[in-house]
């Protein structure tokens, strides 16, 4: 074999004339793509002009962990101008283009994670096998970012599969498994990876009839298709995302709709566009976000600690939600109720669960395998790991953890997952308390991806890394907190729910209020937040935080709980519900919502978010964004709470909030914490 020497690229021809290059981006673990990467990817490409022509060429990665995960998100952060942005882009689709006019076949072999410009570069590839694994994932996921795919994505799916399916794809960034791209038509073959070289050597030699549209993917691109189909798709995407807010896909569906795909004229316009996104503000705080959220993914990331064992007490909707997610992560978990009927309500949303995000019969059977019913709790003696997650009541978690300590491993790690309890009003032993932590999970558990991580007073740090690195193992995201009461996300949520119920009494609808609140770009209005939530629940943690902080509840909350309408579970709270769907009043065409509703709500979050700052809940502005984003959705698109202090400007949102504590009372007195907060 003949190899080249480059920084990045390994290029090498075997025997058989074939010509493999790996990708092995150099001092980073992941592969993605940017400038030098590209320029040395043309110059590569260019070379078999002038030397002798392989018999085929396949891209393939050196990472254990993927193909190539997209563009280097640290080269945004340098680019101020048009210009930049543009050559980058251009480069780019020049770079595929070219991948994609030369005269021998040449395929994409992919293992593991192949998203954004990692997959327009297989697109641009004349084949893309796959190897069949659950960590092989394929998707376009730019808008996640602010952006829309811009090294000739929008253009060569919807050539490769139709628009209809390739714009489901582009607009929502959705990530598919390589037997849905297979089913989808985006990779031409789905292979054991003992198989993948006998694979790849045959589509090179045999050079096998490329995939071809049937009758209603080609219609999809015709000009009167893409016009129906495009008011559909954008009605879709209407009920989802605020173009205010995320304008990038439907920006790349208005392109879609007016250019087509036919046209290389397309290159163009999908490059200009992009160009102009990247340079967003929008675009800054997104990629702030990812940042935040790989600050996150980091953490615990140097700790050994590898449980097989798992033991969860009390198989309510978290608890049995909690023991479900450990196992279909791989985990062996016993779930502990008296009660069998919970138990079996836990196994049954179990099974949806698996059956959903495990699709293959062995593999759902596998993880119903490992998540063991346990009434008598036979499991506490073997887990590494016990959660609790009984009634959030002080005196029964208390009771749960005083048997712990005489039944459980000595070394075992002990987690309750109480939402608002701190870790010493369980009056423990000291050896129990050293090994306590808070593993506070958020509801629905499958979607919702943070986790906060308490520390007590008498914990050992040992044990919080633990923790830490059993929340990436499960695949959610750690968030340190000390214990406070309400830790930090319901602490911050709270003065925000309270408040909506306050405006709700003076008068104003819910659904003029909730509208603000997605206006601002809230994912959820409060109240429809509340009735989600369970009222019940609300009120719980409002009595209980105002306890220490101070604060009344509003008596309209009290007095729905005290009616049985505790939100959409019970099909009645501030709002009716039928069939679990939210049934909103016909709005008033001529009520005005007083100008102020927005302050009142957001800033009651971010005044108690300055509290938690200097209160040192957390170890840092950057933290506590990263928890109300993951935590509650605050919009992404804002950066995170202090994120918007430092945009808005420090002294002119404590302006307003001193004005609305004049307007409304003294539960906007801005806490000490902002002074501090000015200094730096």
Known sequence: MDAGINQHWRCERDGDN??????????????????????????????????????????????????????????????????????LIRQGQLVFNHLAELSFPTVALIHGFCLGGGLELALACRYRITIDDPKTKLGLPEVTLGIHPGWGGTIRLPRLIGGLKAMDLIVSGRIITAKSAYKM???????????????????????????????????????ISRRLLGRWIEKKLAA????????????????????????????????KSITQLMLSETVRNMVRVFDLKDTLKGLGREVSFNPRYVHVIGAGVMGGDIAAWCALKGFYVTLQDKNEKAIANSLSRAL????????????????????????LGNGVRRAELIIEAVVEKVEIKAAVF??????????????????????????????????????????????????????????EPSFVDQGMAFVRLIEKLPLPVKSSPGFLVNRILMPYL????????????????????????????????????????????????????????????????????????????????????????????????????????????????????????????????????????????????????????????????????????KRFLADSGWASLAAS
């Open 18 to 87: 074939i010509v493999w290059l790996t990708l092995d981006k150099k001092k980073t673990s992941t592969n993605t793509i940017n400038m030098e990467v590209l320029e040395e990817l043309l110059t590569i490409l260019q070379s078999f002009q002038s030397g002798s022509q392989p018999l085929g060429l396949v891209i393939q990665s050196a990472k254990k962990n993927g193909f190539i995960a997209g563009a280097d998100i640290e080269q945004f952060k340098t680019i101020e101008t048009h210009d930049a942005a543009f050559n």
């Open 185 to 223: 038509g985006v990779v031409d073959a789905v292979v054991a990876k003992r198989q993948s070289l006998l694979a790849v050597r045959h589509y090179l030699k045999n050079s096998p009839k490329e995939r071809t549209l049937n009758f209603v993917e080609q219609i999809s691109n015709w000009s």
């Open 240 to 271: 989802k995302v605020n173009r205010a807010h995320y304008p990038a896909p439907y920006i790349a569906l208005e392109h879609w709709i007016e250019q087509g795909v036919e046209n290389d004229a397309a290159f163009m316009v999908e490059a």
């Open 352 to 375: 949806a669960l698996f059956t959903k995000h495990l699709k293959e019969p062995h593999l759902i059977m596998a993880a119903k395998d490992r998540l063991i019913p346990d009434v």
């Open 402 to 459: 005083a048997v712990l300590a005489k039944e459980a491993r000595k070394d075992a790690l002990l987690a309750t997952n109480t939402s608002t309890i701190p870790l010493k009003e369980l009056s423990l032993d000291l050896d129990v308390q050293r090994r306590l932590i808070g593993l506070h999970f958020f509801n629905p558990v499958a979607k919702m991806p943070l986790v906060e991580v308490i520390t007590g007073d008498e914990t």
């Open 498 to 665: 309270m408040e909506s119920i306050v405006l709700l009494e003076s008068g104003i609808p819910d659904y003029a209020i909730d509208q603000a609140a997605l206006d601002f770009g809230m994912p959820m209005g409060p109240i429809e937040l509340a009735d989600t939530v369970g009222l019940d629940v609300c009120l719980y943690a409002g009595e209980s935080l105002s306890r220490y902080f101070g604060g009344s509840i509003p008596q309209k909350l009290r007095t729905l709980v005290e009616q049985g309408h505790l939100g959409r579970k019970t099909g009645q709270g501030f709002y009716q519900y039928k069939a679990g769907k939210i049934i909103k009043p016909k709005a008033d065409p001529n009520f005005r919502v007083p100008e102020d509703v927005i302050d009142r709500l957001i800033l009651s979050m971010i005044n108690e978010a300055v509290a938690c700052l200097r209160e040192k809940i957390v170890s840092s502005p950057d933290l506590l964004d990263a928890g109300m984003i993951f935590g509650t959705g605050f919009p992404p698109f804002r950066g995170g709470p202090m994120h918007y202090v430092l945009e808005q400007g420090e002294s002119l949102l404590l302006q307003r909030l001193n004005l609305l504590a004049q307007r409304h009372g």
